[in-house]
């Protein structure tokens, strides 16, 4: 496997690691997963990381959407604001 770096502006690289650890990824297989999805589909090559990525284990989620988006929201406002943004 080849090792490549890419410069990245600072909030590009923030969001992609939030995004990475949201998912439950490595930021290496966020990355070639996002990758892979801009490129010509290669049979039997592609690996797809996100299966069962919906399986959360609970119930009820699709009734408390509202509510979880909610405290995700000022989840978000409250790292903004401890980190001065």
């Not at 010509?40 to 069962?52: M, S």
């Amino acid at each position: 496997m080849k090792r490549t770096t890419v410069k990245l502006p600072d909030d590009l690289d923030r969001a992609i690691r939030d995004e990475a650890a949201r998912r439950g990824l490595t930021l290496s297989d966020w990355t070639r997963e996002a990758l892979e999805a801009h490129l010509p589909h290669q049979r039997g090559r592609r690996k797809l990381n996100a299966v069962a990525a919906g399986n959360s284990g609970h119930t009820d989620t699709s009734e408390r959407f509202e509510e979880i988006l909610a405290e995700l929201l000022n989840a978000d406002r409250e790292r903004g604001q401890a980190s001065g943004a």
